[in-house]
C-alpha cells in the first residue's frame, strides 16, 4: 500500500531532550516536507526537501533539523525541543514538482513538549 | 504580502443540505489552488486542484470549486452533505508550480443527524 508514516504518533517530552520523529514514505517521490499544525494557524511549512541531500527552510524553521540521506526516509530533528514546539507535525511527499504536486500526507505526530 | 483567507472557522449543516466553504486569496496572478480534506485522527487527503482552464473543477467525495478571479475565490460545494464529512478543510495555494503551498486556517465541519 501506498503510504507515508510517521512514528511515533504520539510523543511527550520534557525541555531540552533531544528528539527524532521519523518519516517514511514508499511511492519512490523525490519531495518531501515537514509541517506543524496549530489552531488557528493552519499547516505552516518547516523545511522541505527536493531530492537526496537537497535540504530547505520553510516559513518556521527554527528550532528544527532535517537530514535527507535516502529518497525514501525524511527525519525531524528536534535537538532542543522547547513548549513553542508543542504541536501536531505531518511529514508529507508528492512525486516531483514542490508543493504543487499532490501531496501525500502522513498521519501526523502529536507532540508535547513539558 | 500573498495570502490565502478562509473566513469561516466552524460550520455546521444538517445531513443532506447543500455545503459551501469560502475560500479567498491574495495573490497577482492565477495561482495553483487547492483543497485538502483532515478527517479526524488522520493526514490530509487531496479534495481536487485548478491549474488553469475549466473554472469548476470536480473532486472526489462529490466535492466540487469554482475559481472566480473577480472575487479571488475558490470556494468548495458540496450539494448534499453525509454525516461523514464531518472533518477540517483546508483551501491552499501557490503561486505558480512548483512553489511552495500556502495553506487557509481551516474551516471546521460538523454535520447534524
Known amino acids: 500500500e501506498a503510504q507515508v508514516t510517521q512514528n511515533p504518533r504520539y510523543l511527550i517530552t520534557v525541555t531540552g531532550k533531544k528528539l527524532t520523529v521519523t518519516c517514511s514514505q514508499n511511492?519512490?517521490?523525490?519531495?518531501m516536507s515537514w509541517y506543524r499544525q496549530d489552531p488557528g494557524l493552519g499547516l505552516r511549512q518547516i523545511y522541505y526537501?527536493?531530492?537526496?541531500?537537497?535540504?530547505d527552510k520553510g516559513d518556521v524553521p527554527e528550532g528544527y533539523k532535517v537530514s535527507r540521506k535516502e529518497k525514501r526516509n525524511f527525519p525531524l530533528i528536534l535537538e532542543s525541543p522547547s513548549p513553542n514546539q508543542t504541536s501536531l507535525y505531518f511529514c508529507?511527499?508528492?512525486?516531483?514538482?514542490?508543493?504543487?504536486?499532490?501531496?501525500?500526507f502522513g498521519p501526523g505526530t502529536r507532540l508535547t513538549v513539558l | 504580502a500573498q495570502s490565502v483567507t478562509q473566513p469561516d472557522i466552524h460550520i455546521t449543516v444538517s445531513e443532506g443540505a447543500s455545503l459551501e466553504l469560502r475560500c479567498n486569496y491574495s495573490y497577482g496572478a492565477t495561482p495553483y489552488l487547492f483543497w485538502y480534506v483532515q478527517s479526524p485522527g488522520q493526514g490530509l487527503q487531496l479534495l481536487l486542484k485548478?491549474?488553469?482552464?475549466?473554472?469548476l473543477v470536480q473532486g472526489i467525495k462529490g466535492f466540487e470549486a469554482e475559481f472566480k478571479r473577480s472575487q479571488s475565490s475558490f470556494n468548495l460545494r458540496k450539494p448534499s452533505v453525509h454525516w461523514s464529512d464531518a472533518a477540517e478543510y483546508f483551501c491552499a495555494v501557490a503561486p505558480g508550480s512548483g512553489d511552495k503551498l500556502t495553506f487557509g486556517t481551516g474551516t471546521r465541519l460538523a454535520v447534524r443527524p
Open positions: 508529507a511527499s508528492s512525486p516531483a514538482g514542490g508543493g504543487t504536486d499532490t501531496q501525500y
Open positions: 511511492m519512490n517521490h523525490e519531495y
Open positions: 526537501s527536493m531530492n537526496v541531500e537537497v535540504t
Open positions: 485548478y491549474f488553469s482552464g475549466d473554472t
